[in-house]
């Protein structure tokens, strides 16, 4: 690994159970700023876990994660401040159906980051513009599309600034037609340098926008590859059964 | 006819005893409304209690207390609680019968809503509770934000139609001579020796509360639905 890129997240010997069922096995791994990272693997594999691991979503059932020189599995850390640095899209959006856009994306920034409330919805109405809806910020979600949902979801969590995004199949719940609105939008992010690690069955896109590509089988990094390698070259037995099945 | 116009005379305006219904009324609705109050401030707390326990795993003896509580109240019926109340709890002669009354009813009716607070807050989708985890908010922040404004709304309904069991189960308030509602009207019968007009009367009276209530009640939810977002 070069020296001269920074790291963000260092994982070490990430472990999870859930009971008796061994989910991660041991993930060692650097997520380095501004890495695009997508993860792959069979359904089941721990993909999941893996990333909600990260930002302790699941407590580590032993194992680190250092996020910005911290040890966040610490039980001393307080988690939330860490959280407003790491953001996250879920694959069914999440958003607070109370609330109208606008609400949604400055609740978090008013009471969390101490903004005032116009501060907030400059810097909402900004992303807003930039994904094309600036006209549904006083539209409740229920009003919207899943595509809609969803780039709303991505600019709620960018509204608090955070230094990495991470994404759980962020275009599994959506009709064919919208899933490109959210890819693209994930591009521009990528563009702009984000720092980002994405659950995905989004091969192409994989192969366009990722900087590492990362395939976790059975608890464990079975392969990472740039996405040449990873997709031209794959080594191991698994990998290409299971690229020769969703290529 | 004649008759009639002459036991009804008899029944409510004679030596006012019209005015043990106006009395008893009021004595129903401060025991229901004070009760109430009790009973959604203290329900919250079990509910909280209960389902903090349940998702975090914290709280454990505080939850095994609320459990308890919840088992001894909904197992036993409410004119035992309100004797045991009057005659163990207060039995000191110098105590006021409407304090007993507003206490036993508040704490009966927490149990209640504690059940309904608690499916509201369980069906809240999980989702919700971890999208606001992920943005950094922590626990008590997430649910203040997030989780209770929705399950509160949810429950507006059941939450309602707890008030108008309650205001019905507070006849039985005259178990420790309580002079509500029924009492009121039990106490006219005893003097005139005429059941029917009294009693019916009173049924008259719940009967009106009841209907006005319930249809407030699915004004409230129509209003909430058509702003359902
Ligand atoms: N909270 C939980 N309790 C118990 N088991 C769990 C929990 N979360 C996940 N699991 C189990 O852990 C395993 C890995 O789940 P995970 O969601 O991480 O897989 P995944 O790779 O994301 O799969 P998919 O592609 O289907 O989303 C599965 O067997 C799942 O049933
Ligand atoms: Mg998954």
Same mark, same amino acid.
């Given at each position: 690994m070069t020296t001269n890129k920074e790291t963000l997240i260092q994982v070490t010997d990430l472990q999870k159970s859930f009971k008796n069922l061994d989910v991660l096995k041991g993930i060692t791994t650097d997520i380095n700023k501004g890495d695009v990272v997508v993860v792959i693997g069979p359904s089941g594999s721990g993909k999941s876990t893996f990333l909600r691991t990260l930002n302790l979503l699941e407590v580590p059932t032993s194992g680190t994660i250092m996020f910005e020189g911290v040890? &966040?599995? !610490?039980?001393? @850390? !307080?988690i939330n401040i860490h959280r407003q640095k790491m953001g996250m899209v879920f694959q069914q959006f999440n958003l607070f159906p109370h609330m109208t856009i606008l609400k949604n994306m400055t609740i978090a920034p008013i009471k969390l980051l101490k903004k005032s409330k116009e501060e907030a919805e400059a810097k909402a109405m900004e992303l807003l513009k930039r994904v094309g809806l600036e006209d549904r910020a006083e539209a409740y979600p229920s009003q919207l599309s899943g595509g809609q949902k969803q780039r709303i979801a991505i600019v709620r969590a960018l509204c608090m600034e955070p230094d990495v995004m991470l994404f759980d199949e962020p275009t599994s719940a959506l009709d064919p037609e919208m899933v490109g609105e959210v890819l693209q939008v994930m591009r521009d992010l990528a563009k702009d340098g984000m720092t980002m690690v994405i659950v995905t069955h989004e091969m192409g896109f994989a192969r366009e926008v990722a900087n590492r590509v990362m395939f976790i089988d059975e608890g464990v990094i079975m392969e990472e590859a740039s996405p040449e390698d990873f997709f031209n070259n794959p080594k191991s037995d698994r990998l290409k059964d299971f690229l020769s099945k969703v290529l | 006819m004649n008759s009639f116009k002459e036991k009804f005379i008899q029944n409510f305006i004679e030596e006012d005893r019209w005015m043990y219904l106006v009395n008893g009324l009021k004595t129903t609705l401060i025991i229901t409304v004070l009760a109430v109050l009790i009973g959604i401030a203290l329900g919250f707390v079990i509910a909280v209690i209960r389902t903090t326990h349940d998702k975090t795993g914290k709280l454990k003896f505080l939850n095994l207390i609320a459990k308890v509580y919840l088992a001894v109240v909904r197992g036993t019926p409410v004119v035992v609680q309100l004797l045991i109340i009057w005659f163990v709890v207060f039995a000191y002669p110098t105590a006021s019968l409407l304090v007993a009354a507003v206490i036993t009813f508040g704490l009966n009716s927490a149990a209640y809503v504690a059940e309904i607070f608690r499916s509201g807050i369980m069906s809240i989708d999980n989702g919700q509770f971890e999208a606001g985890r992920s943005l950094g908010f922590n626990y008590i922040q997430t649910m203040i934000y997030i989780v209770f404004p929705q399950a509160f709304k949810n429950v507006l309904p059941a939450l309602s139609n707890e008030v108008v069991v309650l205001l019905k189960e507070?006849?039985?308030? *005259?178990? &420790? *001579? @309580?002079?509500d509602l029924t009492r009121g009207g039990d106490i006219i019968r005893s003097r005139?020796?005429?059941?029917?007009l009294p009693l019916l009367a009173v049924a008259i009276i719940y009967f009106t509360i009841v209907t006005v209530l319930t249809w407030l009640i699915s004004k409230l939810e129509r209003r909430l639905r058509n702003s359902d977002h």
């Open positions: 040890n &966040i599995t !610490d039980k001393h @850390v !307080d | 507070t006849s039985v308030a *005259g178990y &420790i *001579g @309580v002079q005139t020796y005429e059941a029917f």
